[in-house]
């Protein structure tokens, strides 16, 4: 299996595929707590704007991870928002604007810390991070943590927050592992509906957590040996000896 990990780019021969797989992830982690309404909305097309836009967008860097040369996953790391890194009184907030499904909208979104955490210009936010499901439980989604955290801290960065559903367990297991530690709640505004002639918005609870950089390439270390520590065990109890 030939793995390698490049940027992501605006044309189609990367994105169509990698929009398949970013579909499959997302429907699985989220069939448990999203509504029928809200699923019919993830169609392929949607992930292929997503990904669009993405790749326009010159504030984020999108690493793409490629198997056998085909995108099947991607971590994306943007800047903090700025109202994140002035809360008062234990909050921040700020009032977004735009169209969602249809419609225009303003959400003032606030973000309750539940302990101090400085975060500045030095810090980033992973806003994504899909692997294809049927790739996953391989150390796939910690090789795009080895692979780009080494590059963000050359580059002078000292932080990561990294935000995620509440009822996605698996997600807070797997970010604590890297390191990750949750300091503050939110919501999101997720979907605006019609359902039996009324309005329906969808909003979900969200958890906020966080690491230093040289935390979480100690927790990488630390994986990584005790992977090679496996390895080793497994290959002296097969072939009676060690690497």
Not at 12 to 26: T, V
Not at 174 to 199: C, M, S
Request: with cysteine; net charge positive; aromatic share 12%.
């Amino acid at each position: 299996m030939k793995v390698s990990i490049r940027n992501l780019e605006k044309r189609l021969s990367m994105i169509l595929p990698l929009a398949e797989a970013y579909q499959r992830s997302y429907n699985k982690l989220s069939a448990d707590y999203k509504s029928e309404q809200e699923m019919a909305l993830y169609t392929r097309g949607y992930f292929i704007k997503k990904l669009w836009k993405m790749a326009e967008d010159d504030q984020s860097t999108v690493a793409v991870l490629h198997i056998n040369d085909v995108p099947r996953g991607f971590i994306r790391y943007s800047a903090v928002p700025e109202y994140y890194t002035r809360p008062v009184n234990s909050r921040a907030e700020d009032v977004e604007k735009g169209f969602l499904d249809g419609f225009e909208y303003a959400w003032c979104r606030k973000v309750n810390f539940e302990r101090d955490v400085e975060l500045n210009d030095k810090t980033l936010i992973v806003n994504q991070i899909y692997l294809d499901p049927q790739i996953q439980h391989h150390g796939l989604g910690t090789l795009l943590f080895q692979q780009t955290v080494p590059e963000l801290k050359k580059q002078g960065y000292e932080s990561l927050i990294i935000e995620y559903n509440a009822n996605n367990v698996n997600a807070r297991s797997f970010y604590q592992k890297l390191g990750f530690v949750p300091f503050a709640k939110t919501k999101d505004f997720d979907h605006i509906l019609r359902e039996d002639g009324r309005t329906v918005f969808c909003i979900s609870d969200v958890h906020i957590a966080h690491t230093s950089i040289d935390n979480a390439l100690e927790h990488l270390r630390r994986r990584q040996q005790m992977k090679q520590t496996f390895i080793a065990v497994v290959d002296q109890r097969k072939y009676g000896k060690t690497y």
